[in-house]
């Protein structure tokens, strides 16, 4: 046997080893790989199932008390103008609308209180004072009694927190530059 026989022998057994050991490691990935994916899946999906209905029982289970600032993101402007429709036997909303019994509503969000050129407003609503901002809103039309004592709006308010939001969004959109939502 000379040099280059043992040479191209030595070749061989190197590649058939090559080949074993590949062949198992290629079966081991194989098999790990698949064995985890379907292990994953099964835990995976329990998990969300129980969590989810976990967290909305609790939800249902301890109303908190409104902040509305969170709830405006998700809040639609579609919903908003179907329920701005309780406030048009007294409010116009549209830009150069007029006052009726109550003060005209276009660029309403970020207003002075009792700020509508030309309407007679209650004592209490002009010496209340500050802007109709996003927490301020929310607190007058859940209920104007509460939050301006005195006023003359005859509205008894939206007692559902998403149709406010609705609402307050919409009132946002009624302007040529609306505000920025927080
Ligand atoms: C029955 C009539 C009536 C209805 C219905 C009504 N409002 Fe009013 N609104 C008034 C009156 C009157 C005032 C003036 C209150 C005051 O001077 O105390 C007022 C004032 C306001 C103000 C203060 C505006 C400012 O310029 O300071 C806002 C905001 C408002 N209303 C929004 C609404 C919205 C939104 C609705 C519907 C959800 C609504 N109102 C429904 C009569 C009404």
Same mark, same amino acid.
């Given at each position: 046997?000379? /040099?280059?026989?043992?040479?191209?022998?030595?070749?061989?057994?190197?590649?058939?080893?090559?080949?074993?050991?590949?062949?198992?490691?290629?079966?081991?990935?194989?098999?790990? #790989?698949?064995?985890?994916?379907? @292990?994953?899946?099964?835990?995976?999906?329990?998990?969300?199932?129980?969590?989810?209905?976990?967290?909305?029982?609790?939800?249902?289970? /301890?109303?908190?008390?409104?902040?509305?600032?969170?709830?405006?993101?998700?809040?639609?402007?579609?919903?908003?103008?179907?329920?701005?429709?309780?406030?048009?036997?007294?409010?116009?909303?549209?830009?150069?609308?007029?006052?009726?019994?109550?003060? /005209?509503?276009?660029?309403?969000?970020?207003?002075?209180? #009792?700020?509508?050129?030309?309407?007679?407003?209650?004592?209490?609503?002009? @010496?209340?004072?500050?802007?109709?901002?996003?927490?301020?809103? /929310?607190?007058?039309?859940?209920?104007?009694?509460?939050?301006?004592?005195?006023?003359?709006?005859?509205?008894?308010?939206?007692?559902?927190?998403?149709?406010?939001?609705?609402?307050?969004?919409?009132?946002?959109?009624?302007?040529?530059?609306?505000?920025?939502?927080?």
């Amino acid at each position: 046997m000379n /040099a280059f026989e043992l040479n191209k022998i030595m070749g061989w057994v190197l590649a058939a080893a090559l080949v074993i050991v590949g062949g198992q490691t290629f079966m081991e990935i194989y098999a790990d #790989g698949h064995g985890d994916g379907q @292990e994953k899946k099964t835990a995976y999906a329990i998990e969300v199932e129980g969590g989810d209905a976990d967290k909305k029982e609790k939800k249902a289970e /301890a109303p908190k008390a409104l902040d509305i600032k969170p709830l405006l993101a998700s809040a639609s402007t579609d919903l908003g103008a179907k329920v701005a429709k309780k406030c048009k036997a007294c409010h116009t909303f549209e830009k150069g609308g007029k006052n009726k019994v109550g003060p /005209a509503l276009y660029e309403v969000v970020n207003r002075d209180l #009792g700020g509508a050129a030309g309407y007679a407003y209650s004592s209490a609503l002009k @010496e209340k004072g500050g802007k109709w901002d996003y927490d301020a809103l /929310a607190a007058f039309l859940k209920s104007p009694k509460k939050f301006l004592p005195g006023t003359k709006m005859a509205f008894s308010g939206i007692r559902k927190d998403e149709q406010l939001a609705s609402l307050i969004v919409y009132l946002r959109s009624l302007s040529d530059n609306p505000a920025k939502l927080p």
